[in-house]
Nanobody, 114 residues
């Protein structure tokens, strides 16, 4: 079973930047598509970015041009640098397979507020 540990969240002002990281255990990481998801209070979890095992990427319209997903298979880690953050980006951010296939980690809280 793959275990996922997200980090890098925090409190940032609108227009600021953060870089999220997700470390995954397990040697099968490199053959799986991965995704970053987020869940805001009172809302369903949504996919914001995904990357295949050949590094093809896609993004939710709401984050296109501001977020960039990448992966380092040697480190079993997927990243999400986030720029030009908006208050509506406030959520708990999670990573998982794309589609989700493992138990969810604890997530990392991102709060965008002045």
């Amino acid at each position: 079973q793959v275990q996922l540990v997200e980090s890098g969240g925090g409190l940032v002002q609108p227009g600021g930047s953060l870089r999220l990281s997700c470390a995954a255990s397990g040697s099968i990481f490199s053959i799986n598509a991965m995704g970053w998801y987020r869940q805001a209070p009172g809302k369903q979890r949504e996919l914001v970015a995904a990357i295949t095992n050949t590094d093809s990427t896609n993004y939710a319209d709401s984050v296109k041009g501001r977020f960039t997903i990448s992966r380092d298979n040697a480190k079993n880690t997927v990243y999400l640098p986030m720029n030009s953050l908006k208050p509506e980006d406030t959520a708990v951010y999670y990573c998982n397979g794309r589609p989700p296939k493992w138990a969810w980690g604890q997530g990392t809280q991102v709060t965008v507020s002045s």
